[in-house]
């Protein structure tokens, strides 16, 4: 059995790798096509951090094992802010008394709300994956025309998005796009065949696999970032980079897959885990609207909280 963890840790490995090098590509083709640094941020950077999952959620729909799928989307979710706000804060208090996250932690809750309405329809197919991009449209159309408004008049003073690199030749931006396009398909294949094959060893379902070792494996670039973040005393780039994750993972990961193929929900889902994502979302409350920091208390509570999440999803 140790074959298959070793592929599912290689395939992992090589959807990160793609991931980030098809983000460094797009981004600087984008503005070497002269697109706005603000619409690449706000499209091609949000779409290529999520390529991981997307792939991961279309190959198990196309391979008929729709636990990893939606089992992906909500345990990355609520890793996201157990796990990926709780071990940051080990490290650093995270002043996030200082941002104002209000407006998309409200969007957040309504893109969580509508998720779990559309999940007691048993299965999300062709016309809940509608909703969910027509809302994750509607989103992106916000998200633009407020950026747009409080856009600095200097174009030459916008804060390019991550990745970009006014020097980068042209053989790199194709080398970096080649890479991530055969490799984000190649890793999906590795993680989602090796991780039923483990699923299937050790007589657990392909849902809990999807809430625990993808789910974990698919939110460490977030881990790294919001880490770097508490360091750099960037509270605002942590929480926000939890906050959009989460709302692009219910709505446009879903969304797209759904349109691929239908994906039928685990009555465990209904009972237990979708539930337990809307609590681990309701958490942030106090910071977001209350003025309370991310202590190290509150990192202690929110790891243990994940933690024994996992040992209920694995018991």
């Known amino acids: 059995m140790l074959m298959p963890w070793v592929l599912s840790g290689l395939g992992l490995v090589i959807l990160l790798l793609a991931g980030d090098a098809l983000v460094k590509g797009a981004v600087n083709l984008s503005l070497r096509l002269g697109v706005p640094a603000m619409i690449v941020s706000l499209t091609i950077v949000a779409f290529g951090t999520s390529a991981p999952e997307l792939l991961i959620a279309i190959k198990a729909v196309l391979d008929n094992a729709p636990g990893i799928a939606l089992g992906n989307v909500v345990g990355s979710n609520t890793a996201n802010i157990l796990l990926v706000l709780g071990v940051p804060a080990l490290l650093a208090t995270m002043h996030t008394s200082e941002c104002d996250t209000r407006k998309n932690f409200t969007v957040m809750i309504a893109a969580t709300l509508l998720f779990i309405a559309l999940a007691f329809r048993g299965v999300f197919d062709w016309l809940a994956g509608l909703v969910l991009l027509g809302a994750l449209g509607y989103v992106l159309g916000s998200a633009f025309m407020e950026a747009r408004s409080h856009r600095k008049a200097c174009a030459d003073d916008e804060e390019e998005p991550e990745g970009a690199d006014p020097d980068m030749p042209k053989w790199q931006i194709g080398t970096f796009l080649v890479l991530g396009l055969i490799g984000l398909p190649v890793g999906a294949n590795l993680l989602v065949e090796n ?42 780039v942590a929480l926000g980079n939890v906050i959009g994750s989460n709302m692009f993972n219910l709505l446009a990961i879903v969304g797209i897959a759904s349109l691929v193929g239908p994906i039928s929900v685990d009555p465990a889902f209904l009972r237990f885990d979708l539930w337990v994502m809307l609590a681990a979302s309701l958490l942030l409350i106090p910071f977001v609207f209350m003025g309370r920091d991310i202590t190290r208390m509150a990192g202690i509570g929110l790891t243990a909280m994940y933690a024994f999440y996992l040992f209920v999803v694995l018991a």
């Open 195 to 236: 991780a039923s094959v483990i699923a299937r060893a050790y007589g657990v379902s392909d849902t809990v696999i999807g809430l625990t070792l993808v789910a974990i494996g698919t939110s460490l670039p977030e881990l790294a970032t919001t880490v770097m973040a508490a360091l750099r005393r960037q509270a605002d």
